[in-house]
């Protein structure tokens, strides 16, 4: 037998003996990114209602056009099945495409760029395995000159800057975990902040709240003084968060999609991670808008025993004579941010809209909400929002007929 023969058998039976750990090593990464990819909510941005899943074409309303989102599955022609790790790496942590095309920050990579090069290697062997889709890519349809990409050079100049996630050795690694997912892939800061007339979310005022462009939903202050999440329990949190649902209220609109898509998925200790970091931000009285709006004792008084009489016959029978709710089913609405909220939108929104409570896993026959809008005029609804916003403990301001006509053009 000749040495080199033997080699030959060796090196065979060496590939042999590591070949199945390499599988059990690769299916465990792309676990892993699927997780991750969740948590990012990749998903929801990058498929079209109906359309394949990563396969792109839903339409990101901002204030200055629409952004389609790419097709993202390893297609090699419409999707990014010929882009690298480092390619996939540089668009996630610098909103670079190859070519040195420019990315709109309606994808969220100001909040992705703080994802670990491991994890966004991770999400790539992930979307490596997903079904390849040959749906073509939809123009973005902005107005000019923000359609000029070039431009966004100086966006990313003045409001942009590559990051890296620093933990705070101070911290138990739970809050540290907690940090890094807010911060980075969950992206939280994308609708939890206020922006700035060119879209940047405003980093002084990180989770002060937002209306969310285009939408007119109100994501609220994760760190108020007032209204923030001081005085949820963890577990409060991490029940909202997970299933949609807590002791304090019921998620919907926007928050809602985000339950289903991205945070259901959470590991309770990932959960839990969170709800012990958003309680640690530092408490922030609430900045004062033009938003903020003086309604007269006389009206307010008047408007409170109408709303009394319209929730006694429209909304007691599900809410509660004193807004208690019925616990796992009906929100209540004492004692409820939702509700009471500096910016009515989202209150005066559901009265008109209705809703539907997100079906998860823990959660899998929701309840919902009826829709009001083609029922009261705008009094009445101004009326009923007023009533709960102001009743049982609740201190919310009054809410002007005025103001429901501006989410009632948004319908
Ligand atoms: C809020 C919506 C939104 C979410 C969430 C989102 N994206 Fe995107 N993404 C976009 C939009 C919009 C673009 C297109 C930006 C542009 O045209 O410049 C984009 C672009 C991309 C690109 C560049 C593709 C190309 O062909 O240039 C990649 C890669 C990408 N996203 C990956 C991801 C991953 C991975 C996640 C989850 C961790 C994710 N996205 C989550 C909206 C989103
Ligand atoms: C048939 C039962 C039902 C009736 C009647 C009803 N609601 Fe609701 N309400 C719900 C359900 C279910 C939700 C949760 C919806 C969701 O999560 O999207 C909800 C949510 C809400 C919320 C958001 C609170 C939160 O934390 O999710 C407000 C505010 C609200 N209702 C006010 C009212 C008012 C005011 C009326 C009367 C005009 C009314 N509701 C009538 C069932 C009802
Ligand atoms: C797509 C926009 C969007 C994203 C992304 C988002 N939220 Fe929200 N969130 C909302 C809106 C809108 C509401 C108000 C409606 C409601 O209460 O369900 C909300 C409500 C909440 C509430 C309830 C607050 C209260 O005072 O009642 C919590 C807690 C929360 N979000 C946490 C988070 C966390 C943590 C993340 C990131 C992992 C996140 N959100 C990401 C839009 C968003």
Redesign the pocket.
């Known amino acids: 037998m000749s040495p080199r023969w033997l080699r030959g058998i060796f090196a065979l039976l060496l590939v042999a003996a590591l070949a199945p750990v390499h599988a059990a090593d690769d299916a465990a990464l792309v676990a892993k990114g699927e997780y991750l990819a969740r948590i990012g909510d990749c998903v929801s941005c990058h498929t079209a209602r109906g359309g394949e899943p990563f396969a792109g074409g839903r339409g990101i309303p901002t204030p200055f056009g629409t952004v389609y989102a790419p097709n993202i599955t390893p297609d090699r022609t419409h999707g990014i099945g010929a882009w690298s790790a480092d390619d996939f790496w540089r668009a996630l942590h610098e909103g670079v495409a190859p070519g040195g095309v420019l990315l709109y920050p309606a994808f969220p990579y100001t909040s992705y760029t703080y994802v670990t090069r491991e994890d966004a290697d991770a999400i790539y062997a992930y979307l490596r395995t997903v079904q390849p889709a040959s749906h073509k890519n939809r123009e973005n349809d902005l107005r000019f000159p923000y359609s000029v990409r070039a431009l966004l050079l100086g966006w990313q100049g003045l409001y942009f800057k590559p990051a890296t996630f620093a933990p705070d050795p101070r911290r138990s690694p739970a809050w540290n975990r907690g940090a890094y997912l807010v911060q980075g892939l969950g992206h939280c800061a994308a609708c939890h902040s206020p922006r700035n007339a060119m879209g940047a979310t405003d980093a002084e005022n990180r989770y002060a709240g937002g209306l969310i462009p285009e939408q007119d939903w109100y994501a609220p202050s994760l760190n108020s003084a007032e209204a923030g999440l001081g005085t949820w329990s963890e577990d409060e949190i991490a029940a909202l968060l997970k299933t949609?649902?807590s002791a304090r209220?019921?998620?919907?609109g926007p928050m809602?999609e985000v339950v289903f898509h991205s945070l259901q998925y959470l590991t309770d200790a990932d959960a839990h991670a969170i709800a012990t970091y958003l309680k640690s931000l530092p408490q922030q009285p609430e900045p004062r808008s033009a938003r903020d709006v003086y309604v007269s004792r006389s009206l307010a008084a008047r408007l409170t025993t109408r709303g009394a009489e319209?929730?006694r016959k429209?909304?007691a029978?599900?809410?509660g004579d004193r807004g208690e709710g019925v616990a796992g089913?009906?929100?209540p609405?004492a004692n409820?941010q939702?509700?009471t909220a500096r910016v009515p939108a989202?209150?005066i929104r559901?009265?008109m809209q209705g809703?539907?409570?997100?079906a998860t896993a823990a959660n899998p026959r929701p309840?919902?909400?009826?829709s009001?809008a083609d029922r009261m005029s705008d009094d009445d609804v101004a009326a009923?929002?007023t009533y709960?916003r102001a009743s049982w403990g609740n201190k919310g301001r009054a809410v002007l007929p005025d103001e429901i006509k501006l989410y009632r053009s948004g319908e």
């Open positions: 949609g649902r209220g019921a998620t919907f809602s319209i929730y429209e909304c029978g599900c809410h089913i009906y929100p609405l409820n939702a509700v989202n209150p559901i009265v809703g539907f409570q997100v309840y919902s909400m009826p009001f009923v929002v709960i």
